[in-house]
């Protein structure tokens, strides 16, 4: 059974701090890796990761898979109150094309 | 911006309730899923669609039942809830599958079953 797992559960920083989130996954058949940023609705789409070790980047957020740690972070730099979401990883697998998440990590920015 | 929405988007009913989730997208999606997500857990999927007159169980066992008759419709549908269906129920849609990564969600529906 695939299996993604998201550190930590929680973390509170304030305003201008950088952080990062880590994902580590387990999957039969590894096709890609998902991060997705959910608020008080839907998770909206943030990175799509297949190769190793190519950053994927979008303003002050960035991500980057390590194939060989099974394993992805996602970094956000300067943050903002408005970051404050839960952040979801997710593998996809190849076989069944099913997407497996994990938890997600609760980011709350302190003014 | 996404154009997929799920109404009722919060639902207090009793126990032995018949419900039914909407679901619609006007993007001409044709694969839909059904998520069911408890508050702090991970979202599992419980039915899935890859078109019309195509249902499919996902990976959690669920009581729920869903239909697709219409490409743009994925209703999710529980004959008599109980309090173990509480729960947050989320819609998505694709063009090419889950495996592109654009799955484009819907706002939820938040169930409690008293």
């Known amino acids: 059974e695939d299996k993604v797992v998201q550190s930590p559960l929680s973390l509170v920083v304030h305003e201008g701090d950088t952080v990062t989130l880590n994902c580590s996954y387990e999957v039969t058949n590894f096709r890609s890796l998902l991060w997705y940023k959910q608020e008080k609705k839907a998770p909206t789409f943030l990175f799509m990761l297949t190769s190793s070790g190519i950053e994927k980047k979008s303003g002050r957020l960035s991500s980057i898979l390590d194939k060989k740690e099974l394993s992805s972070i996602l970094n956000i730099t300067a943050t903002q109150t408005g970051d404050s979401a839960i952040y979801l990883c997710a593998v996809v697998n190849f076989g069944n094309e099913k997407l497996t998440f994990g938890t997600g990590t609760r980011l709350t920015i302190i003014p | 911006e996404a154009d997929i929405y799920q109404t009722p988007r919060y639902l207090v009913i009793g126990t032995g309730k018949k419900i039914t989730l909407e679901c619609s997208q006007t993007?001409?999606?044709?694969?839909m899923y059904w998520y069911q997500q408890d508050p702090g857990m991970e979202l599992h999927l419980i039915h899935y669609?890859?078109?019309?007159?195509?249902?499919e169980k996902g990976d959690l066992s669920s009581e729920s039942t869903v239909s697709r008759i219409r490409t743009e419709h994925f209703p999710l549908t529980l004959e008599s809830a109980r309090p173990s269906h509480t729960s947050q129920y989320l819609c998505?849609?694709?063009?090419?599958?889950?495996?592109?990564?654009?799955?484009?969600f819907g706002e939820g529906s938040r169930l409690t079953v008293l």
């Open positions: 669609s890859y078109g019309v007159n195509s249902t």
């Open positions: 993007m001409g999606h044709d694969k």
């Open positions: 998505a849609s694709s063009e090419y599958g889950q495996n592109t990564g654009e799955l484009f």
